[in-house]
């Protein structure tokens, strides 16, 4: 760097450009968005963790999945609504790379876990009675670990090569928020090296986790069409089609957001895309993958009695020594 340039120390995300009454009628629909998600998927972690009937494999890797909703969430979503109703937009540049290492990471982990569960779904379905020896929880936790590792390690490798770039203006991210395409832009070097490790990086949490569930899901639709009895097809055929639409909305987008050749007509749309992963996704899972469920309902409505229950107990214990 030459002696006339000078490091950047925050930057402004740009975000959408419109009126005050829209970006407030925004904060209102994406703090709904957001409390549904923790809630949502705080609910159906509690579940698991409470219910013995739901300490199953599928469920372990579903509790993996609330975790990881609600840590992307939280990552991007608050100083999206923060933005939407202050002045100043600005991000220090420490909090910027850890935002930018933590989206990358869970957006990871996310595409890795989602994979596993659909092995898990193909082992349940095509292979049930050799199910428990295979889905061992031996098998499950080195799984889940791997995922949560390479996840990890992937957002570690895209930091490391992040903060290696001479950042010296311009200082605007015309992202949400700090999205590792949108602050690389900003760089005052060629970036030619972060572009093919994340092109890399796509190959390896993309395209080979989505063959790799189209395959298992191709499986498991042929099994379903041998089974015998009708109520089990379409019950089978229920949940795994809505599990596949979810699968290749999240990992389409992704494809479009990463894969796709830039362009400066694709930079709005791709703040659009990128509130899918942020927002609606986090919120689709639980409905999706768990309150569809009979077991999860179950599991619902078997703790809401619980909780009357005591209260119950609670009134008439404190009638007695009233």
């Known amino acids: 760097m030459g002696s006339n340039q000078s490091w950047v120390t925050e930057f402004t995300l740009v ?11 925004l904060f209102c629909i994406f703090s709904l968005f957001f409390a549904f998600t923790l809630l949502g998927n705080g609910v159906i972690l509690g579940l698991i963790c409470l219910d013995l009937r739901l300490h199953t494999p599928r469920y372990f890797f579903l509790s993996h999945l609330a975790i990881i909703d609600i840590s992307y969430a939280s990552n991007n979503v608050p100083k999206m609504l923060a933005n939407l109703v202050s002045q100043s937009r600005t991000i ?14 869970f957006a990871a982990t996310e595409c890795l876990i989602l994979v596993v569960m659909s092995y898990d779904r193909f082992v349940a379905i095509c292979h049930p009675l050799r199910y428990t020896v295979i889905m061992s929880w031996r098998v ?35 992202h949400l928020f700090c999205e ?4 690389l832009k900003l ?18 949490v993309l395209v080979g986790p989505l063959c790799l569930t189209l395959v298992s899901y191709t499986r498991i639709l042929w099994a379903i069409l041998k089974i015998q009895s009708r109520e089990g097809r379409v019950k089978a055929f229920s949940t795994c089609s809505s599990l596949l639409c979810v699968v290749g909305l999240f990992f389409g987008i992704a494809m479009v957001v990463y894969m796709v050749p830039d362009s400066s007509q694709r930079e709005e749309q791709e703040k659009a895309l990128s509130l899918f992963h942020s927002l609606f996704n986090p919120v689709l899972n639980p409905l999706i993958y768990s309150l569809r469920n009979a077991q999860v309902k179950g599991a619902l409505c078997r703790a809401l009695q619980r909780r009357s229950m005591q209260g119950t107990c609670s009134v008439v214990r404190w009638g007695v020594f009233s």
């Open 15 to 25: 975000g959408f450009q419109l009126s005050a009454q829209m970006e407030m009628l």
């Open 92 to 105: 220090t540049f420490v909090p910027c790379i850890l935002q930018t290492f933590l989206y990358l990471a």
């Open 140 to 174: 499950c936790s080195v799984l889940a670990a791997t995922c949560w590792s390479c996840g990890f390690i992937l957002a570690l490798v895209h930091a490391i090569l992040l903060l290696r770039l001479p950042f010296c203006g311009p200082q605007e991210v015309n």
């Open 180 to 183: 590792i395409l949108s602050v």
């Open 187 to 204: 760089a005052c070097v060629d970036t030619w090296i972060n572009q093919v490790v994340i092109l890399a990086a796509c190959m390896f």
